[in-house]
């Protein structure tokens, strides 16, 4: 057995931090609980982003449900994407039982039974804060990755952003977006406009753009896009000195992975836009904990993991940090892994050859160490243990200590559905955001100037109107191409859903 007496003084000074801290637990040593070592991560490098992995059923949950109590005690809000619905108890105080007696009888602290200030957010309808964007926020670019477009496609959606500037003409919903590209092709007078001025579009382009937004609409983006739009700075909300847990509940990413994709690089370039640079300011001014992040680097598209690589790299200087938690380090990207500053690694288990690889891959990640065969203990970590590495306030990496973590002082377990209601009934931003706006916006203004046109044609020419030609927009949306979609949309959902229970191929 090591020399517990070096093991202490190395570890209690690497740990020890001369500004805040949040503790996480107490380091163990030949399968005891070292009191001495307090393993504590500096606020200074919370913004340093991270990982939380480990096996199915290894406590990866209630570490994220400690993590964030620990940061909103320190006054630091957080947004935990909430794919599984099993987060929302931390908004109710837990309950001590002879489980947490006895992890807190191990390591001398404290154990305070207590709640958390908490918002419930959506994106596709339920019970919570609405959080909506408009096309125009998107811009051209973002707006193209999302729809998956070529860059024939991209410059006409640059264009049409153009000609809506020029023309005063409001993008807030897709609605809007869809009947700008209905005037500038199907109607005399905008065909006319766009040409003079920035070119036609050619109508091949026009389908594909269209298919691709009904696809995204197919995934419930209508409710997405619109006004009210969410300011980011309501996630940096306090109560009571303790940072706000907003729980954005998305468990029907399954079947919406678009939807999902569009939101994440909405938030992501909106807080990179908004807020303003920090650098070390000694503690983070928001942190963001991607749950299940195996399901977005898997199935998302690559314009969402090439955002999430770039925001890793710079939104660290905005104060936010950005951890993810998944069943094996090698979810992750390696170009992401190696921005991760803090790695807290639950129990991998080697049932087989493929296991075993990444639970080498996996040690390979972390710091040599003299007190333990990492390889070997790493498939026997117990629930509610962790192998654990940060960085020190001057950047450099920590010696890897195995850690016997503290418990949630939160409920263990989800919000029923009176808890939810009565939450969300209080809650001023649910009733800021609750019912859309719908404003004059380039939808109804070219509806007007179309009906307008009408009116004012001779009468020959509205007898005309009455039955006109099929122009190329409306031949798109009723081509049997556009007629099948939604069923081709549905058979890929399936699969998609068959994959992720492991009956489509895939793990």
Known sequence: MADQAKFIQELTGRYAAKGEAITLGKGMLGGEVVTEVNVAIPLKTINRHGLIAGATGTGKTKTLQVFAEQLSHAGIPSLVLDIKGDFSGIAEPGSENAIIKERYAKTLLEYSAQSFPVELMTISGEKGVKLRATVTEFGPILLSKILELNDTQQSIISIVFKYCD??????????????????????????????????????????AILRSI????????????????????????????????????????????????????????????????????GKPKLVLFIDEAHLIFNEASKALVSQIETMVKLIRSKGVGIYFITQ?????????????????????????????????????????????????????????????????????????????????????????????????????????????????????????????????????????????????????????????????????????????????GRR
């Open 166 to 207: 020029d023309k005063g003409l409001p993008l807030i919903d897709l609605d809007d977006l869809k009947k700008v590209l209905q005037y500038v092709t199907d109607n005399a007078d905008g065909k006319k406009e766009l040409a003079d001025n920035y070119g036609s579009i050619a109508p091949a382009s026009l389908g």
């Open 328 to 504: 094996i380090p090698g979810d992750v990207p390696e170009n992401i892994l190696s921005q991760l500053g803090l790695k807290i690694q639950h129990a991998l288990r080697g049932f087989t050859a493929k296991d075993r690889k990444e639970i080498s891959k996996a040690v390979e990640n972390y710091p040599l160490t003299e007190y333990y065969n990492a390889g070997e203990l790493i498939q026997n970590l117990g629930i509610g243990e962790a192998f654990i590495t940060a960085l020190d306030e001057r950047g450099i990496p920590t010696p890897l200590v195995h850690t016997y973590l503290i418990s949630p002082e939160s409920r263990m377990d989800v919000l029923n559905e009176a808890e939810v209601a009565d939450l969300t009934s209080r809650s001023a931003l649910v009733a800021k955001y609750e019912q859309p706006m719908n404003k004059d916006s380039a939808f109804e203004m070219l509806t007007k100037r179309m009906e307008s046109a009408v009116q004012a044609a001779p009468p020959t020419q509205k007898s005309r109107a009455v039955k006109p030609e099929p122009g190329v927009f409306e031949s798109v949306m009723k081509s049997r191409a556009g007629r099948t979609f939604t069923t081709t949309l549905a058979r890929e959902g399936a699969k998609f859903v068959l994959g992720m229970f492991g009956l489509g």
């Open 214 to 281: 009904v696809a995204l609409e197919q995934q419930g983006a209508a409710q997405f896009f619109g006004e009210p739009s969410f300011d980011v700075h309501d996630l940096l909300q306090t109560r009571d000195g303790k940072g706000v847990v907003n729980i954005l509940r998305v468990g029907n990413i399954q079947s919406k992975p678009q939807l999902f994709s569009t939101f994440m690089l909405s938030l992501f370039a909106e807080i990179y836009m908004t807020f303003p640079e920090e650098g070390d300011s």
